[in-house]
């Protein structure tokens, strides 16, 4: 004899009509999509990969040039708010620079200190080992 008994009785089962359709569904297009994505991405990779998408980001940058110079020169923007903003620009080109450099030269500074220190090790093995 079981030791509890279920208030419904057992049955299979089975899904719903909806998830079967569902079911089909996605077996028919689950592969046609996949293809599609594959190519879809293949385009991409071909189209950043060449010369094309250099050429239009090269153009918006350009074209976004112009249209600053272009209101700088006729002066539709609040004045000052187009050179302030080129003048930053400017000074944070300039700071990163002399960050490069300085890292550069404490680099240079640090290799300079690392060969020293081997030099006098070297110098003080060879004298105990003879």
């Known amino acids: 004899m079981q030791r509890y008994q279920n208030s419904y009785p057992n049955r299979p089962n089975t899904p719903s009509p909806a998830a079967e359709l569902g079911g089909?569904?996605?077996r028919w297009l689950g592969p046609q999509l996949g293809?599609?994505?594959?190519?879809?991405v293949a385009r991409v990779v071909r189209f950043c990969e060449g010369e094309e998408a250099q050429t239009i980001l090269g153009s918006a940058f350009q074209?976004?040039?112009d249209a600053v110079r272009w209101a700088w020169k006729n002066d539709t923007v609040p004045?000052?708010?187009?050179?302030?903003?080129?003048?930053?620009?400017?000074?944070?080109?300039?700071?990163?620079?002399?960050?490069?450099?300085?890292?550069?030269?404490?680099r240079t500074q640090q290799d300079e200190k690392r060969k020293a220190r081997e030099q006098r090790?070297?110098?003080?093995?060879?004298?105990?080992?003879?």
């Open 121 to 130: 090790y070297a110098e003080k093995s060879s004298i105990y080992l003879g």
């Open 35 to 40: 293809t599609l994505g594959r190519a879809a």
């Open 63 to 65: 074209r976004v040039r």
């Open 24 to 26: 089909r569904l996605w």
């Open 79 to 106: 004045s000052g708010r187009v050179r302030q903003a080129m003048d930053q620009y400017e000074e944070r080109l300039a700071a990163a620079e002399r960050r490069q450099a300085q890292r550069e030269l404490r």
